[in-house]
Structures are given as C-alpha cells and as structure tokens.
C-alpha cells in the first residue's frame, strides 16, 4: 500500500523553484535514499513533505487523503522528523528528550502519563541504549545523540521516519551502528526517507532510490538503476574515472 505520494509537485523557497514536476511515491514498510549535491533541493523537499514548506505547485498526500488536510498534530501521529545530532542549549535527560517525542498525543496543558513514559522507555530498549535514559543529551557522544533522536521519533509510533543525513558527522564505527539500527526499524513495519552523500549507504539501505539534481531533476527508481557511475559522477560534478576509483578503493585484509 502507498504511505506518501506527490503529483506534479514544485518545491523551492520565496517563490523560486529548485525542482518540479516531482512524481514521488514511497510504500509501506519501505526504505527510500535521497541523494544530491549540497544545494540540490534535500532539505527543502523533506520539509516540503512534512508539511513545514509548501509546495509551490501540485499536491502531497499521505494514505491517498491530501497533506493539506491534516492539522499539524495529527501530521505528527503518521510522519516523524529525525535530524542531525545536535547540542541542546538545555541539560535535558535522555528520558526526556524521548518524551518529547509523545507530545502529539498530549494536549498542550497535559504532562506525559505512566504510558507515555513505557512508550518512551521501550523505544530506548528497542535501540539497545536504555542504559543511557538518566544521562543528559547534551553530554553523549554523536552516536549516542543519534541514537536517542531516533528513540524520540519511534516513541511518536509513526509509520514514517524521515532522517536527514543521519551520519553526517559521526566516525566509522557510529554510522555503521546507526546504519544497523536503521535497518532494524525496518523490520517494525516502518518507512523510512533518509538523505545521504554516501551512495555507498544508499545501497547498503534502500531499493529505492531518488537523484535530486538541478540538471536532471527528479528521478526515482531501483538503486541498480539509478546508482550508476554515469547518475553520480553528474550529480557530484566530477569524472566517472574519478568516482570510480574512490568508490573501489579498499583497505587490504
């Protein structure tokens, strides 16, 4: 069954469009990777999708019933946001940081019930990380921090995960650990839209595959299709020699 689709959609910011005629589909219990330049349009179509941005033209919709008519709260109960780890200004607990994550079935005089903390608390044990509920965020290491952004979407039980660049400023051994858990989630009927520079996890993670570039616009397909030499050495502006030779590099046993 289709979760998300868009039709002739537009996206782009004050009025100047970055990419149209966008016919984007993702099914249930499946894993998309966006990939593109820096400039490309990423941000902007993911927000575009959480309804954050309009679309400039055409329409999204979600379960066949359009974006525009569901209120912010209820967008919430089906699609999460997972950004890149970042430093909170406040010393929360990695509790509550999860807990944050339930605040679309809270109204806004209402504190987190008993069952919202058990939500919360088995979202961290489905990570592996329980261990680190009574830490403050803000001291964890990038991994960690991941690890926990994640906790806080699944805690919201929605049926879609939508990361951008989920490993962007993690070391080796942490996006190796976020990508096995971003598989995992996989296997709990979730969907999952995630940006990358890396065709590298692209492949590792998804079937489906979406190229977003200013010359070639959008394009969706199998990742056998679409992660070519050809495709990548035009998005990221360099020699198919070049690309390939990076891309076989490998350490010696």
């Known amino acids: 069954m289709t979760l998300l689709e868009t039709q002739n959609l537009a996206i782009g910011y004050q009025g100047k469009t970055l990419i149209s005629d966008i016919h984007f589909t993702l099914a249930e219990n499946q894993i ?37 008519h569901y209120c912010a709260t209820e967008l919430a109960r089906h699609m999460a946001y997972v950004p890149q780890a970042h430093q909170h200004l406040f010393p929360f607990s990695v509790q509550d940081v999860v807990l944050m994550g339930r605040s679309a079935f809270l109204k806004w005089y209402q504190t987190p019930k008993k069952i919202d903390l058990e939500v919360a608390l088995n979202a961290l044990k489905e990570l592996e990380i329980e261990y680190l509920a009574e830490r403050y965020y803000h001291q964890l290491s990038g991994g960690e921090k991941q690890l926990v952004l994640i906790a806080r979407a699944i805690a919201q039980q929605a049926k879609l995960l939508i990361m951008d660049e989920p490993t962007s400023s993690l070391d080796f051994g942490n996006q190796i650990r976020v990508l096995e858990k971003i598989k995992q989630l996989q296997k709990q009927q979730i969907a999952l839209i995630i940006t990358t520079h890396n065709p590298q996890q692209a492949a590792y993670l998804a079937e489906n595959v979406v190229v977003l570039d200013k010359t070639l616009g959008f394009r969706q397909g199998p990742k056998e299709e679409l992660l070519t030499l050809k495709n990548l050495a035009k998005i990221y502006r360099i020699s198919p020699d070049l ?4 891309l076989n590099h490998r350490p010696k046993q």
């Open 243 to 246: 690309l390939h030779r990076h």
């Open 32 to 68: 998309c990777c966006l990939l593109g330049a820096n400039g490309a349009g990423k941000s902007t179509f993911l927000k575009t999708l959480l309804g954050l941005q309009p679309p400039l033209a055409g329409n999204i919709y979600w379960r066949g019933k359009a974006l525009s």
